[in-house]
């Protein structure tokens, strides 16, 4: 099966070479980051030792961000690996300096993750929330180097507890220690009898929560919003903007909407304030204007901003949920901000709880998204009882990475000066 299995690999990535051939752009940046890639997976010092994290994307590099932080700081003497495997995450956070390497993860094949090992004096590995890579796996625990994995999240239709998936269920038993969103994964590693296994919650609460204390200031946002309340956009996409800005129309005279949304290509940016009567784009409102008057709408056309402007945000929606799924709500919720959203969010721990629990609203048309917005905007007692919801979860999600500090204490650095 491990022969099927690695060859299935081979042929993964034969594919995405070809895509890039092709002309697909984001398979391009994944064959080239691959190029050359052994002159950065090498270690420049043999005696040092190596925490390795390796993530998927840039969601997860979020998630896993508060605990590498943290290993940083109070155990220095370990070099940092860092690797991805999408270009989404690599291409911004390439740079990342708490890491001292950052590089593609080369595929999945024995070769690949033994030369790795053997490149590094690796003294544990950290995968974030269901990245699955069987190989290394394999050759982690043939080395006797621990692997952990953080905010990892299991849904009961995963393949791993599919009828056919019985080799998969086997490999993951090479991991040291599971550190879980919730009681549903706990349940399920349990029920295929791997126990080593913790509820901690999402890091990544840890880490919107590190940024909502920073509290920066946006001068110019508040100039735009200038004493009005304050709708945001976020992560937008098409499907979603369809909704929002026949909305904008029924907008009290209040209340402002800033759309900021996830393609800010100018082809996608176009499309959107062609259909927009009264609008600024942010590039413009950073430069002073003679004109008092602060338009009806706001469309970032930026990248970087989003999750520290929805302060400003009296309710927010955030989009995705009429695509595949829905974006990052934390960076709201951890203001206290109700959140709209679309109607696929199922993957996500904290959408389902709130949407559970009354503080957070999936919506499927143009007439439920209108109802819950001006819910919202009219009845005050029910506005603060969802805020109030919405802080309640946060304050009780917040500290999963002191909850996994406690544990690598005891468990993985309890030898370390």
Known sequence: MRLLYSLAIRCYSGMISLASLLG?????LWSQGRRKQWDR????????EWIWFHVSS?????????LIEKIKERYPKYKLLLTFFSPSGYEPRKNFQLADKVAYMPSDTLTNAKR??????????????????????KVLNDNDIPLYYISALLHSNHYFFKFYASWFRKQLRYVKHYFVQNEETENLLKSIGIVNVTV??????DRVYDIARQSQSFPEIENFINGRKCIIA???????ERFLIPFIERMPENYCMIIAPHDISDSHINQI?????DYRLYTEIQQPTANSQSPKVLVVNTIGILKKIYRYARFAYVGGGFMSSIHNTQEALVYGCPVVIGPKYHKFVEAVDLVKDGGMFSVSNQQELNDIFERL?????????VSNICQDYVKLSIGATEKILNYLQADLFATTP
């Open 273 to 277: 304030t062609s259909q927009l009567k």
């Open 58 to 66: 840039l969601g997860e590099f979020e998630q896993g961000l508060p």
């Open 41 to 48: 997976l090498k270690s420049d010092d043999s005696d040092a």
């Open 116 to 137: 790795l090992v053997d490149n590094f004096n690796i003294k544990a590995a950290f995968f974030v929330k269901y990245d699955f890579w069987f190989n290394y796996m």
């Open 24 to 28: 697909n752009a984001k398979a391009r």
């Open 377 to 385: 905007i009219n009845d005050e007692v029910f506005y603060d009882k």
């Open 234 to 240: 976020g992560s937008s996409w098409q499907t979603d």
């Open 200 to 205: 901690t919650g999402d890091t990544r609460f």
